[in-house]
């Protein structure tokens, strides 16, 4: 996983509230047997129309979002279904953080698991990103910060998802290093079902 | 220590406590132990993988239960039970998960054997889902085995990673929230009617960040199937659970499951059961008390689950949403659903009726459907599924005779699986087409491309699939039935 430590970039705007996980990628894309070349297929359902083309409408297909690593999005991001593709499909088509007012539970774990930095701000600063489409973002995780024109906050994040997004490291790696208390828990516990 | 010297727990506090490995702290998660890990083909090939990348084995088979739901055809099967997938990809994923049980010696149901079926109908059926467990499976209505006291949630495939190579979880506690329902549930008001109005109560996000617990006087009369029917869309509010603290309707419905314990570890464990409550004076982080009485049945007329009416009533009007925010969301769903401002609900044409998924598709959905179709036809140009939840759910309906009864009145009887909760297998509504389900989610195109979905009870499913719109179950139901409701 490649560390996250700074990041400036132009920031897409979804404005809508509870976007879905549904939404980010539709589970007709769900078939697959990797993670690779979701991207494509990211908000397949507002981005393109019945017959595959790109609506023009939609603010992905925007020239100026070429090359957008930041997506801004309303309230409740991610909520729905616990697909792991969602943060896949986003990563593959290059994003490398999403920023709310409100990120659901299983997106934002999700997230950090695969170099996602999911940034929760306060409702004015929100407010003040949504109304930047296309505008330039400066996320950085090691001062937890979030600054823009006329926008700069701090935003708060639980300290063992940022150190592996700072280091670029999975979770695993710390849970395996539990075995002995593991195997110690199992013992206590047996005769429980466990 | 004596008990007055230590502060009174919730149900959720002490499932929390005996599954902690290692406490939290300020720099790291507390890692939590999984009693019981649910596998299926959808979201776990990618783990599977991780877990060969890194040469890791599988830490406990013995706790770990995969099975075939998501992408399983469910068009009924040849003379010799065969089921024929056409989904190359399906096929691919299916076959992956087969090779990755045998590889890792994981336990599986495939598709076509007597427990196959949705993994949150399976679990419970088995007897593997019991009170004080930790459960988790790659999908977010893991939530549903909450039902019976244990602490259920969803996961994304990373973590399926994890629970497979360590059998634990790295997790924040959550917070609580008690959700009191008084009174009782009127005739022809089901578990899922009352989960829509939670839902609405506390919106799509109220819950995030908390493991809900159900409690009052309606909890306490309702079956284990509308108690799993309740947790099972908890996460519709964003909830991380939902729990419901184990009474003798639990162990009534988990004694001589074949799963569950028997003989002398079948009195231990009731022992251990009946204890698993929320103490008299303690706290929980936030609470919101329902009236049971005064719900009717709902029904969603957005794409959320949080937007929903008695489907007595009318469409809301933007117009009377003061937060803007709000309002284009309303409007944006009123477009996308086809609906006018203030149009009554009753009458609204529909196009298909879905009944079955892991929220609605048990025993007890399929005779509430039966008794609403029995004797009836279904309205000309309506297309009517009936997926039973799993294969012992199929074989239970087909004893009772349910199977004639759906086919007579002109429904398709089909093989169990998740089929057009999700549209993976090929199970969808039309572009623009509108359906009355039975299942959790009416997000856009959840139940195919350009889909409209109107979430709602058996019962209310079963009243549109006979009148060709939306009905009230009600008008519908006679006097008897009524009365035994």
Redesign the interface.
């Known amino acids: 996983m490649e560390p996250f430590r700074t990041l400036t970039s132009r920031a897409v705007v979804l404005p809508r509230s509870d976007i879905d996980t549904d939404q980010i990628i539709p589970a007709r894309f769900l078939k697959g047997t990797t993670r690779e070349g979701l991207g494509r297929w990211l908000f397949a359902g507002w981005r393109y129309d019945a017959q595959g083309a790109p609506r023009a409408e939609f603010p992905l297909n925007d020239p100026l979002a070429k090359g957008a690593r930041i997506l801004i999005a309303g309230p409740n991001f991610g909520c729905g279904s616990s697909r792991e593709h969602a943060p896949w499909a986003l990563v593959d088509h290059g994003f490398r953080a999403v920023i709310s007012v409100s990120i659901a539970d299983i997106f934002r774990s999700n997230a950090v698991k695969n170099g996602l930095l999911p940034v929760v701000v306060d409702a004015g600063s929100h407010r003040a990103l949504l109304a930047q489409p296309f505008g330039d973002v400066t996320v950085d995780l090691e001062a937890r910060e979030v600054a823009a024109p006329g926008v700069r906050t701090r935003f708060s994040i639980d300290p063992f998802a940022r150190r592996c997004l700072l280091d670029g490291t999975d979770e695993l790696g710390f849970l395996l290093a539990q075995a002995p208390a593991i195997t110690a828990h199992e013992h206590s516990r047996r005769g429980e079902g466990a | 220590m004596a008990p007055s010297e230590l502060p009174a727990r919730t149900l959720f506090d002490r499932i929390w406590q ?1 599954h902690l ?2 406490p939290e702290t ?4 507390a ?1 939590v ?1 999984v ?1 019981l890990h649910l596998v299926h083909e ?2 776990s ?2 783990a599977f ?2 877990l060969r990348e ?1 040469g ?1 084995r599988v ?1 406990r088979p013995d ?1 770990t239960l995969a099975t075939m739901d ?2 399983t055809p469910t068009t009924p099967a040849g003379p010799a039970g065969e089921m024929e997938i056409t ?1 190359v ?2 096929r ?2 299916l076959d ?1 998960l087969e090779q990755n049980c045998r590889d890792f010696r994981i336990e599986l149901h495939p598709l076509g054997t007597e427990h196959q079926g949705i993994v949150h109908v399976i679990g419970p059926e088995l007897g593997l889902t ?1 009170p004080g ?1 930790t459960i988790v499976c ?3 209505h893991t939530s549903t085995h909450g039902a019976f006291g244990a602490f259920a949630f ?6 399926v ?2 629970v497979l ?6 997790q ?1 506690r959550p917070r609580s929230l008690e959700v009191r329902v008084n009174g009782r549930l009127g005739p022809c008001v089901t578990a899922k009617d009352l989960v829509l109005a939670i839902i609405a109560r506390l919106g ?2 109220g819950g ?2 908390h493991v809900l617990e159900y409690s009052g006087e309606a909890i306490r009369s309702l079956s284990m199937e509308a108690r799993m029917t309740l947790c099972n869309m908890s ?1 519709e509010a ?1 909830a ?1 659970a939902g729990l419901i603290a184990p009474d003798d309707t639990t162990f009534e419905y988990l004694h001589g499951r074949p799963r569950a ?1 028997r003989g002398r570890a079948w009195d ?2 009731l022992e ?1 059961w009946r204890a698993l409550r929320t103490e008299p004076g303690a706290r929980f982080d936030a609470s919101v008390e329902i009236d049971a009485s005064a719900l009717e049945p709902t029904i969603t007329f957005g794409t ?1 689950p949080g937007m929903s009416a008695p489907v007595s009533g009318r469409v809301p009007d933007p117009e009377r949403e003061r937060e803007p ?2 309002r ?2 309303l409007e ?1 769903a009123l477009r996308y659903m086809g609906l006018r401002p203030g149009q009554p609900l009753q009458g609204h044409p529909i196009d298909v009726v879905f009944i079955g998924s892991c929220t609605n598709g048990r025993l007890s959905d399929l005779r509430a459907a039966a008794s609403v179709l029995q004797g009836r036809k279904v309205a000309p140009g309506v297309r009517v599924l009936v997926v039973p939840g799993s294969r012992q759910v199929k074989r239970a309906a087909e004893d009772e005779g349910l199977h004639r009864l759906f086919l007579e009145a002109g429904a398709e009887w089909r093989e169990p699986g998740c089929s057009m909760c ?3 297998n090929g199970d969808q509504v039309p ?1 623009g087409r509108s359906a009355v389900s039975t299942s959790n ?1 009416n ?4 139940q195919g ?2 889909a409209r979905t109107f979430l709602a009870s058996p019962l209310t499913a079963a009243a549109a699939a006979v009148t060709g719109a939306l009905a009230d179950p009600r008008m519908l139901v006679d006097a008897g039935l009524q009365r035994s409701a």
């Open positions: 005996e490995v290692r300020e720099e790291t998660p890692v132990f009693d959808v979201t090939p990618q993988t991780m890194r890791l830490r706790l998501h992408s989904d990809e399906c691919v994923q992956a019991q467990r790659g999908d977010s969803g996961i994304g495939t990373s973590e990673a994890h190579a360590t059998q634990c979880l790295l924040r799509v996000s995030t960040g996460i964003g991380r314990p231990a464990a251990r959320n925010a709000a284009r969301a944006a999700i549209g993976m572009p989610r997000f856009e195109g959840r491309p350009g």
